[in-house]
């Protein structure tokens, strides 16, 4: 039998944390931090979930590839967010899909459009289903007749690999662990490995502008593609497969970061890489995070592209296990399929030193450094950490992440100043103190994308409302403090009214045009990206107003 | 007095080839390509300009920062095309504008929009009015009440620069040399260093997708973008500046290659660099173009990011007196204000040699060998070039560019079937044979963007017919085989019926729908990017089309 995907957390059936990886998560959140559960929370079986009657069937012509069995509707109720998390162990389904379709094709995916756009039934595109802000969480109130869920999972394939211009045409559906398996036999990867990478779909990456595997350079998920198809109620769209172009703005960019909001996208040629052969990793230990972060800029601005430079404080390394609180280990690493990579990794390790930084394993006497030290005991915890939620929610207690990117001028004030938001908002919400951590996921030239994680024991019973008001706090102080609402986790539902702050206000009327163009009846994905009516969203500010800001 | 640009060609007042110099180019044309020009045509005077009367008058709020005088609506009826340059020379100065406004801040531009919109007109924003596409030549028809430049190079100030996360906010209407002087201080650089270097502006820049100095990676002006602020008859729109965001589609890349059609980009903050402190510079031969294509694949796919990686045929290094005809150059360079640079050029000379390349001037022994040999000579050729035209345009001899960028896999097939449509355009078109040459101007791991020039002799009475002819046909050639119409010169006018082919329906209709929110009226850069309705585009392909096509 197929291994199926768990519907109340992370991964497929059979997995997660062994008895004593969830014993040390609860002894750590416990001993270290007072963080202790009070709920008693159970995962709800299928059979006690109550779905709601399905209010849609689907037609003869389409029914062979669409589902309503009970499984694939509650599984297609939520993704991977701590809300979630939350609804699920409350056994919240009253807004189950009406019916999951699984294409095959393009031509599959232009009929169940028609179909939904004739019943007046919202359509809400599915990858791995690993959102973590409710872009795939169909709860969408009672302006349609009914909600159908298009899993991509069965377009899964790669269709033509280019070893001449490293590049590949993979259809939406394929997840990570698939493309790549594609790929192999002609010694190509994509190279793209977010959190994600397991569950989530090439076209789920696109459409949320994921963020990968690279903390410098090629980050997102953008640098790597190609050309995008896409099919929209108002019929197909595909760029043109260029290496580089200046012809009028992107037609890609539309597409990457449209959130099922305006299409499906079927299938991408992206761009591919020659399998590793040279890697190097070493790990520094700072006293303080801002020191490390002093570093961390230096290698950024030093034009070295590495593959990875990251850093993590010292509550992040002492709740996953890596550390004792008292430093923060900074990671850079390079890889390349072409050359030896010791003179990028000198300079870096000099940056590093010259910031203050010491060693935590030498990387000239150890070519498993990324295995060893700090540097390996966290990538272990990184691995299982998207486990961690489903021992966590039951028991009332919060796991959660946030990011966003921010110049580096005003870096340390948005640091400070969002951490501690988050600390008092717990402190205020839950009444209890809870551990607040940040790493740097990715970086810039120009500024680092900080990765903010926390934890705090809640009133179980009240569970989602304090998570929410914890999130707003947050959210504010991201917005307010010149920050983005995200990253790479996107926007999806549980980000928009700090989107709809963030991007500017003609933007947002313009994003609507598109969709009334593209899905004239506003059927995909309701309540993502686009919920204004054009006209509705204000000018950021008045030429007069900006004239004299400007001109001084 | 203030120099002034020339409106007859390239650069300012005074400037131009020396007398050897323009001997030296003539006597090649003839001897080398048999390329002899049979026209007599001269520069119209000023006085001899027929300008039609002015149809507008400013209103008495912005009469002082507009102008009628003659020169300045001169100036303003043409770029820096081939059919511009033509046009000049035959003196057709119908369409000359009736207005040239300079505005100072974002506040006068306020004003001259609702005044061009009151009034019925149209507005051509002006940069350096560089362009070679047509992109801000006023020839629009009568469907208007009159022409209004808007020429942005009044707004010409770096605003704020911030070291820190190496950053500037940079007016929309500073050129090149402004700008940078205004970073050097503060021991920064954009580094952005097209041949339009010294005339171009910032915004204009942006507004076209300008392609700079790095013929690798940072290549064109998007990837330096971190905000921008744009005035639009619908009021302002400014992205917030970050270092990297996945919050939906990204509002930048909208406004970058907007091409006048959606606003006027008014200032930008933007990403630095520090000035180059290690630089290597060395050349190659090949005997072939495509054998030395072969190397720049391998460089440009090693991960190395040369500044500098670039491909001159035979052809080329001839007409610009860099070489016999012989051999094919190959120029690579690396440049770091942090590091020294020989492991990557250690690397990239063993890709070159791999592929067959001989040296040309030793790079360890040479630190200055970007200024010997061949390299040097293409290289005070290629600064020099844009000066010819007006020697060449009078005499009746077609000296004209055009680049795309393909993937590798379909670029022999591109290369030999756009330089044989253009030899044989120009043989069946002018009667006479050419002399047709190819460079790449920059280079991808997924592909190169060639660069095409082109001389001929024309019956100097159809010279923009016979232009238009072969332009005609090569662009064709670029759309048929895969290619963008343009890597890096922007739409304009002149390409407007093959970018309609190569961009997606759908995306076409979007940009229209963002018109018309954007500029209700409609009078921003008329016939540029946008001339559709929406819905007057087809889809791509059906989606059953697709299915077929792919589904294989």
């Known amino acids: 039998m197929k ?35 009070a709920g008693n929370g159970r995962i709800p079986a299928i059979e006690e979930i109550i779905l709601p009657v399905a209010r849609l069937q689907p037609p003869a012509g389409i029914a062979s590839i669409c589902t309503q069995e009970p499984y694939e509707r509650v599984l297609h109720s939520f993704g991977q967010s701590q809300p979630d998390s939350i609804r699920v162990f409350q056994a919240d389904f009253a807004h189950a899909p009406d019916v999951v379709a699984y294409p095959r094709d393009e031509s599959d995916i232009a009929a169940i459009l028609e179909w939904a756009g004739d019943a007046g039934a919202a359509l809400i595109p599915f990858g791995g ?124 960019r539309l597409m ?48 070295l592209f590495p593959a990875n430079v990251r850093i993590v404080d010292g509550v992040e390394l002492q709740a996953n296990g890596a550390g004792d609180g008292s430093f923060t280990l900074l990671v850079v690493s390079f890889e390349s399929a072409d050359h030896p990579v010791g003179p990028w990794m000198d300079r870096a390790e000099e940056c590093a030193l010259d910031h203050g930084g010491s060693p935590d394993v030498d990387w000239r006497a150890n ?75 990715h970086s810039y030239p120009d500024g680092p994308a900080p990765y903010f994680a926390f934890h705090c024991a809640t009133d179980p019973n009240s569970m989602l409302k304090q998570w929410w008001e914890v999130k707003r706090a947050v959210s504010d102080a991201v917005i307010d403090h010149g920050g983005t609402i995200t990253h790479h986790h996107a926007v999806g539902r549980d980000h928009q009214p700090w989107y709809s702050k963030q991007r500017p206000g003609l933007f947002g009327d313009v994003l609507a045009r598109a969709k009334q163009h593209l899905d004239p009846k506003g059927i995909l994905n309701p309540g993502v990206l686009v919920h204004d009516e054009p006209g509705q ?16």
């Open 3 to 37: 291994k199926r995907l768990k519907y109340w957390g992370w991964g497929y059936e059979g997995e997660g944390l062994s008895p004593r990886d969830r014993d040390a998560l609860l002894s750590t959140l416990s001993g270290e931090f007072g963080i202790r559960g």
């Open 256 to 303: 990457i970061g449209s959130e099922g909001a305006l299409g499906i996208i079927t299938q991408a040629w992206v761009r591919l890489q020659g399998r590793v052969r040279f890697k190097a990793t070493a790990g520094f230990r700072f006293p303080d995070f801002i020191q490390a972060a002093g570093a961390v800029r230096a290698i950024s601005q030093a034009g």
């Open 537 to 552: 969203n204000q000018p950021d500010t008045t030429p007069e107003q900006a004239s004299r800001v400007t001109v001084k």
């Open 129 to 252: 289903g690993s959102s973590v802000v409710g872009g795939v969480t169909p709860d969408i109130g009672d302006e349609y007749t009914a909600t159908i869920v298009l899993d991509m999972t069965r377009m899964n394939r790669v269709l033509e690999v280019d070893r001449v211009s490293r590049a590949a045409l993979i259809q939406g559906g394929a997840r990570g662990p698939e493309l790549e398996a594609g790929l192999k036999p002609h010694g190509m990867t994509l190279r793209h490995f977010p959190q994600s990478f397991r569950l989530a779909t090439l076209g789920g990456w696109i459409a949320t502008r994921s963020g990968g595997h690279f903390a410098t350079l090629y980050t997102h998920i953008d640098d790597l593609v190609e050309s995008v198809s896409m099919v929209t109620p108002a019929g197909r769209m595909e760029s043109r497969r260029l290496p580089g172009s200046g012809a009028g703005p992107s037609p890609d």
């Open 367 to 441: 070519p498993d450094a990324h295995l060893r030290g700090a540097v390996g005991a966290w990538r272990d915890a990184f691995i299982k950490m998207p486990y961690n939620r489903e021992i966590l929610t039951p028991l009332g207690i919060i796991s959660d992440t946030f990011e966003s990117a921010i110049t580096w001028d005003r870096f340390e004030t948005f640091y400070h100043n969002v951490r501690e938001t988050t600390i008092r908002a717990i402190r205020e919400v839950t009444g209890n103190e809870g551990a607040v951590s940040c790493r740097f996921s």
